[in-house]
């Protein structure tokens, strides 16, 4: 039997696509790391089920090829006594070294120190900058001293009016001293203030997590019917990430039914129904807010109903049976402008959560992440890459959190390896 390819980003559920295709006896001949330009390598995975007779001599060799290319490139352990000599050997070049002596004596204590520190010293002379230390303080010159301006003959004094000073034009939040590390990191002011309530007693990371969960979001619920739509601009990838989470809901065990609803573009139902045959998910078409009622009550209770629908803002028609769900999807790697023209674009309130896409290909998540802490706008899923059979993933909000700060070797994340597992 020739074997078999499988290609995603997700180890564990390329696994489960060799268990459901081939069952529990599949053999793994072969896997890599297939590398692309500007975004996270894919896995490859080669499996096939075994002969009566054995493996053909080419999976054989194969597999002997993987095994000893992962023996050759391995790298040798180190051992206790080689860490032993190195410590010994950073503990001898430590006291070859010469002491090193400061030139400088300590700084004398500050005036302000006079009566918390007993027995203080006096203040030093003051001295002109870039005086050499040890010359001798210049005299002290006298104040000058300027004769009061007359005043115009017969004119009255003019009285200040509090009135007559401009507002501002615009005014920006200043954030405390303890979020300047958001500001630095490249958060808005404004979102600073809304983490700085969650800093007491916690790290910078454990702070914007607890601020990115007490932001608006919800969920379906099981024992009701719910249609669920991701809207959002062109180009936003809502389309997939509506089929990742179709695929998720019927991966689940829960009843997942495909809506083509959008008409705007070119072969878009078409493209439901091949995604809908790929998945194994039953796809109708809607062409009025009619068709959507007679879709849903037709539908057994509890049914998730993945409508797609064209790009902006959109509506869902009353229906009493299921209540509706929109998540917003913004590309990650969007330019800050068009991520808050793309959030304001909808009401206050009319939105259950937010959806990351190409997060594979976003340097940093910041700009997101501040956008949707601004409008109290919670994280629901994220959608990376093109490949729809690897599912969605609900966001940990923690490692998201972590990726956004510098550590202390220098080395910074954007929370991608979670966006992408």
Same mark, same amino acid.
């Given at each position: ?5 499988f290609?995603? *980003?997700?180890?564990?559920?390329i ?5 459901? /295709?081939?069952g #529990?006896?599949?053999?793994?001949? /072969? ?14 995975? %080669? ?9 053909? %001599?080419? =999976? ?7 095994? @000893?290319?992962r023996?050759?490139?391995?790298? @040798?352990?180190?051992?206790?006594? $080689? ?42 002379? +003051?001295?002109?900058?870039?005086a ?6 210049p /005299? ?32 920006? #939040?200043?954030?405390?001293?303890? +979020? ?21 007693? *916690?790290? #910078? ?10 932001? $608006? ?17 062109a180009?936003? !990838? ?9 695929? $998720?809901c ?11 609803? $959008? ?19 039953p796809?109708?078409? &809607? ?10 009550? !037709? ?19 009353p ?18 402008? &068009?991520?808050?023209?793309?959030? &304001? ?7 259950s !959560?937010?959806? =990351?896409?190409?997060?594979? =290909? ?44 510098t550590?202390?070797? !220098?080395?910074t994340? *954007? ?7």
């Amino acid at each position: 039997m020739e074997p078999k390819r499988f290609i995603g *980003n997700d180890l564990a559920r390329i696994y489960q696509r060799v268990h459901r /295709e081939l069952g #529990p006896e599949a053999m793994i001949v /072969e896997t890599r790391s297939l590398l692309r330009e500007g975004a996270e390598p894919l896995i490859e995975l %080669l499996a096939c089920l075994p002969e009566e007779d054995g493996l053909p %001599l080419q =999976l054989q060799g194969q597999m002997v090829r993987g095994v @000893l290319g992962r023996v050759e490139h391995e790298p @040798l352990p180190r051992t206790v006594g $080689d860490l032993e000599d190195l410590a010994a050997r950073e503990s001898a070049h430590d006291a070859a070294m010469p002491p090193v002596e400061l030139e400088y004596g300590l700084p004398e204590e500050p005036a302000w120190f006079q009566g918390f520190v007993s027995a203080a010293p006096a203040a030093p002379a +003051s001295r002109p900058p870039f005086a050499p230390l040890g010359s001798p303080p210049p /005299e002290e010159l006298a104040p000058l001293r300027f004769a009061p301006r007359p005043a115009p003959r017969g004119a009255a004094p003019r009285p200040f009016a509090v009135d007559q000073h401009p507002a501002p034009a615009s005014f920006t #939040p200043t954030p405390p001293a303890s +979020s300047a590390h958001l500001v630095a990191a490249g958060f808005s002011p404004a979102a600073a203030l809304l983490v700085e309530p969650h800093e007491h007693g *916690n790290s #910078p990371e454990e702070a914007l997590a607890g601020c990115l969960a007490s932001l $608006d979001l919800a969920y379906p619920d099981e024992q009701r019917s719910a249609v669920i739509t991701i809207q959002g601009p062109a180009g936003s !990838g809502r389309t997939t990430a509506l089929m990742r989470m179709a695929l $998720d809901c019927a991966e689940s065990g829960r009843s997942a039914v495909l809506v083509a609803a $959008d008409s705007s573009r070119i072969a878009g139902r078409e493209q439901v129904r091949a995604y809908a045959e790929a998945l194994g998910i039953p796809a109708v078409d &809607a062409y009025s807010p009619q068709d959507l009622v007679h879709a849903v009550t !037709g539908a057994p209770r509890g049914t998730c109903l993945f409508v797609d629908v064209p790009s902006g803002p959109w509506q869902s028609p009353p229906i009493p049976a299921a209540a509706h769900f929109a998540y917003l999807a913004l590309p990650a790697h969007w330019q800050p402008g &068009a991520i808050q023209s793309a959030i &304001a674009a909808y009401p206050q309130g009319g939105l259950s !959560g937010a959806v =990351l896409t190409f997060t594979d =290909l976003a340097p940093g998540l910041v700009p997101v992440l501040s956008a949707l802490i601004e409008r109290r706008l919670g994280i629901a899923f994220i959608s990376s890459g093109r490949d729809v059979s690897t599912g969605i993933e609900v966001a940990d909000l923690l490692t998201l959190a972590s990726g956004t700060f510098t550590t202390p070797s !220098g080395v910074t994340t *954007n929370g991608r390896l979670v966006a992408t597992a």
